[in-house]
């Protein structure tokens, strides 16, 4: 796709041959339109982007696609989607608006998108003011520029409205009002299906992802407990042989008696003796 009207100071432009849908001949589309538009052909045209040098040189993002197509009649509720590709490193933030605010809901037109992701802005057309094809195409304005990780938390809306010396980049969308025939669908619900597979596969694989961290937490509580008893057996085979080799040391209190008796006995008896000598 052809991102229109980019404003940056020293950036490479992708080239309008290389991401051409269907060419300039004006041909009907074949079965392989189908897969135009499709998340196979966006994931296609973003690796030719980086390969080509648009991750580091061009503007903070990839816009997809280059025109909104609102087909009569306006009074379908069906929003046209805006996909934002960050394709740099840095956290981005965007503010997008258009020459007449009355006729489209854009939610959100503010917000920040985080490094290699994408942000997919649905738009609708306001039908409650009008019903008529507008005679001239409106333009969205696309505004981006690079914000630190400590700003994250930061008001939006006060950054956009201060003036601010960072580096802004603007890329333009037109709008279209163009009959679609009963086949253009064919690519929506192909892209439906993609998106539907892809959504499961990263259902499944996170469920993959938990289940395998659950495992690995159970053998872990096992080896602890496992350790634990171990040591709890270790302990009781060591105070058993403790208590099998000690002696219990008894004291008994040293008795004074029977040695007192048999001195005053010793007394008498001499005391006897030296009175038949007198």
Not at 89 to 108: G, H, L, S
Not at 130 to 150: C, G, R, W
Not at 168 to 195: G, H, L, W
Request: with cysteine; net charge positive.
């Amino acid at each position: 796709m052809i991102v229109r009207g980019r404003k940056c100071h020293k950036h490479s432009v992708l080239p309008s041959s290389a991401l051409q849908v269907g060419g300039a001949s004006g041909e009907e589309p074949a079965i392989r339109d189908l897969f135009l538009g499709t998340e196979w052909h966006r994931n296609s045209i973003i690796l030719f982007w980086r390969m080509t040098g648009g991750s580091s040189a061009s503007s903070y993002l990839h816009i997809i696609p280059d025109a909104l197509n609102f087909a009569p009649p306006l009074t379908t509720k069906r929003p046209q989607k805006l996909e934002l590709h960050n394709i740099t490193t840095e956290y981005i933030t965007f503010k997008i608006r258009t020459t007449t605010p009355n006729r489209y809901a854009v939610k959100p037109n503010i917000g920040i998108i985080k490094p290699r992701e994408t942000k997919i802005i649905p738009i609708f057309f306001n039908a409650m003011n009008t019903t008529e094809v507008p005679s001239k195409p409106d333009t969205f304005l696309i505004l981006s520029m690079a914000i630190d990780i400590n700003e994250l938390n930061i008001d939006l809306k006060s950054l956009w409205s201060k003036k601010s010396e960072r580096k802004q980049c603007s890329q333009k969308v037109k709008t279209t009002f163009n009959a679609i025939s009963p086949t253009a669908n064919e690519p929506d619900i192909v892209e439906t299906i993609q998106r539907q597979n892809d959504h499961l596969s990263k259902q499944v694989a996170q469920v993959e992802n938990e289940n395998n961290n659950l495992q690995a937490s159970v053998t872990n509580l096992k080896q602890q407990i496992s350790d634990k008893d171990a040591k709890k057996e270790e302990l009781a085979r060591s105070l058993q042989r403790y208590q099998s080799t000690s002696q219990p040391i008894t004291t008994k209190p040293r008795s004074h008696t029977k040695e007192i008796l048999r001195l005053f006995v010793l007394f008498l008896l001499f005391l006897t003796i030296g009175y038949l000598l007198v």
